[in-house]
């Protein structure tokens, strides 16, 4: 994976918008994104990912694959759905089995979007509350495997006064301060 400042320039959100700014794990540890990759064609990636769900207790998992043929009509809707700021009462946790895409995640000190381009084998962990958007990138595909506490749900809560004051926000900045 690969994280840097988004440029937040026009154009199309499937481009890089690379600011050439680098982002430190760090930094993502700091806003409580965890990330590792492990390799897909490995015998013991499986067993790695594994063990993360376990020390996490995700009881449930699931494959969605994003691509035009999959979404059919529904693509050009799920997408800018995607892509629209918003939160998780729950932790997301993503681990690319094939294909790429962008997660960006919004650092609550400075409102800035990191973007993270992540590709198969790299899994990653957005906490409960923070602020964030998922693209394609270029590439229009991406076999994403989503693992889940309890049953498998992802209910996106947009961004808004409303979402600014939700329990599960709150409780996400309270950590921040921690830091």
Same mark, same amino acid.
């Not at 790429?100 to 992540?118: K, L, N, P, Q």
């Not at 990138?137 to 409303?162: C, H, Q």
């Given at each position: 994976?690969?994280? +840097?400042?988004?440029?937040?320039? *026009?154009?199309?959100?499937?481009?890089?918008?690379?600011?050439?700014?680098?982002?430190?794990?760090?930094?993502?540890?700091?806003?409580?994104?965890? =990330?590792? =990759?492990? *390799?897909?064609?490995?015998?013991?990636?499986?067993?790695?990912?594994?063990?993360?769900?376990?020390?996490?207790?995700?009881?449930? &998992? !699931?494959?969605?694959?994003?691509?035009?043929?999959?979404?059919?009509?529904? @693509?050009?809707?799920? %997408?800018?759905?995607?892509?629209?700021? =918003?939160?998780?009462? !729950?932790?997301? %946790?993503?681990? %690319?089995?094939?294909?790429?895409?962008?997660?960006?995640?919004? /650092?609550?000190?400075? /409102?800035?979007? %990191?973007?993270? =381009?992540? $590709?198969?084998?790299?899994?990653?962990?957005? *906490?409960?509350?923070?602020?964030?958007?998922? $693209?394609?990138?270029?590439?229009?595909?991406?076999?994403?495997? &989503?693992?889940?506490?309890?049953?498998?749900?992802?209910?996106?809560?947009?961004?808004?006064?409303?979402?600014?004051?939700? *329990? +599960?926000?709150?409780? @996400?900045?309270?950590?921040?301060?921690?830091?």
């Amino acid at each position: 994976m690969r994280a +840097y400042y988004f440029d937040d320039l *026009p154009g199309d959100q499937r481009l890089p918008h690379d600011s050439g700014k680098i982002v430190s794990d760090e930094t993502l540890d700091s806003i409580g994104v965890l =990330h590792w =990759h492990i *390799p897909v064609n490995e015998a013991d990636g499986h067993q790695a990912v594994d063990l993360v769900a376990k020390e996490r207790n995700y009881k449930n &998992r !699931d494959i969605i694959v994003i691509t035009k043929e999959s979404l059919g009509d529904e @693509y050009e809707t799920k %997408i800018k759905n995607f892509y629209k700021e =918003h939160m998780h009462e !729950d932790e997301e %946790i993503r681990y %690319i089995v094939e294909g790429s895409g962008f997660f960006d995640v919004r /650092e609550h000190a400075t /409102e800035s979007w %990191i973007r993270c =381009h992540m $590709s198969a084998g790299d899994l990653m962990v957005l *906490p409960a509350g923070i602020y964030h958007r998922f $693209s394609l990138d270029e590439k229009n595909r991406v076999r994403t495997m &989503r693992l889940f506490k309890d049953e498998p749900k992802w209910i996106a809560y947009n961004r808004g006064s409303e979402t600014d004051e939700n *329990p +599960y926000r709150l409780d @996400y900045l309270k950590t921040l301060a921690v830091h």
